[in-house]
Structures are given as C-alpha cells and as structure tokens.
Nanobody, 123 residues
C-alpha cells in the first residue's frame, strides 16, 4: 500500500511562487508515474501534470510554462514548483501515484492519493 503526504501549501500573492512536496512510502517509488491534481471549491478535481518513471513530463495547458514537476527517487518525493501564480490557481492540490511507470491525465489511472494541501493565491 502506497501512502502519500503533501506539504508546502499556503497563502501567496499573485505572481508569487510555491513549491509543493509529496513524500511517498510503502511502494517502489522509482517505478511509479506520479501526478498532481487540484480541486477548487465547487469544481471537479482536475489534472495539473505528471511525471513518468523516466522523467517524461506532461502538463495541463492552464499551467504549462509556469509549473514544473520533478522527482527525487532517493527521497521518494515528487515536487510541484509553481511560479507566476494566479488567483485561479487557488485550490487543494493532491499528488497521486500510478501503479505503473507511465500514466495520463485520467484520475482512474492513479489508485493512490494524498490528503491534499491548500494553495491560496490572493489578488
């Protein structure tokens, strides 16, 4: 059973930056694709980006060029660097693990989820 714990959320002004971390335990982290999703109040959870076990990365259009996903297999941790933040980025951010090396934007491909961390961007 894989367990995921996010951290690094908080309140930031528009144009600012935050780095989220997601620490994994209980599985073979280096072989999993890892995804980031977010959910704003009253909206469905949406895909932000993912990184495969070979470091192939894919991002939603809404964050492309502003957000960067990376991973440190030695620390069993995946990161989401968020720059040029906008008020519309306000949401609870979740990391998720697939049980295979690659995945897509589909939520059902990720059986393991963290509890989420709140990101609030003020205007």
């Amino acid at each position: 059973q894989v367990q995921l714990v996010e951290s690094g959320g908080g309140l930031v002004q528009a144009g600012g930056s935050l780095r989220l971390s997601c620490a994994a335990s209980g599985g073979t982290f280096s072989s999993y694709a890892m995804g980031w999703f977010r959910q704003a109040p009253g909206k469905e959870r949406e895909f932000v980006g993912h990184i495969s076990w070979t470091w192939t990365r894919y991002y939603a259009d809404s964050v492309k060029g502003r957000f960067t996903i990376s991973r440190d297999n030695a620390k069993n941790t995946v990161y989401l660097q968020m720059n040029s933040l906008k008020p519309e980025d306000t949401a609870v951010y979740y990391c998720a693990a697939a049980n295979r090396g690659s995945a897509t934007f589909r939520r059902d491909e990720y059986p393991y989820w963290g509890q989420g961390t709140q990101v609030t961007v003020s205007s």
